[in-house]
């Protein structure tokens, strides 16, 4: 059983950076795949970017590649996503969650665990 917390999130404008951060409980952290996720309202959960368990492999939707980060912190227990360039679009709230499993995955419905979100907002 992992417990994982988001936070970071906030009230940007478009071109600003901003950095999330997930902190899990439990001791198989190290040996779980992590994910980003965001949503907004009416809308399914949507893939942002993966970590393998050791956080060898990485991957990222389309949108964010060259723009987004995802990096992990396995003795402290910490997933990080860094957001340069923001865009409008990307205003959702934001999910951390893990998969018991070491490789990467993309759909949201091979994560096992999830926290309960943070909210980013870009303006204009």
């Known amino acids: 059983q992992v417990q994982l917390v988001e936070s970071g999130g906030g009230l940007v404008q478009a071109g600003d950076s901003l950095t999330l951060s997930c902190t899990g409980s439990?001791?198989?952290?190290?040996?779980?795949?992590m994910g980003w996720f965001r949503q907004v309202p009416g809308k399914g959960r949507e893939f942002v970017a993966t970590?393998?368990?050791?956080?060898?492999?990485?991957h990222y939707k389309e949108s964010v590649k060259g723009r987004f980060t995802i990096s992990r912190d396995n003795a402290n227990q910490k997933l990080y996503l860094q957001m340069n360039n923001l865009k409008l679009e990307d205003t959702a709230e934001y999910y951390c969650a893990a998969r018991r499993a070491s490789s990467i995955a993309i759909p949201a419905v091979v994560y096992d665990y999830w926290g309960r979100g943070t909210r980013v907002t870009v303006s204009s």
């Open positions: 970590i393998s368990s050791l956080g060898g492999t990485s």
């Open positions: 439990g001791r198989a952290f190290s040996t779980y795949a």
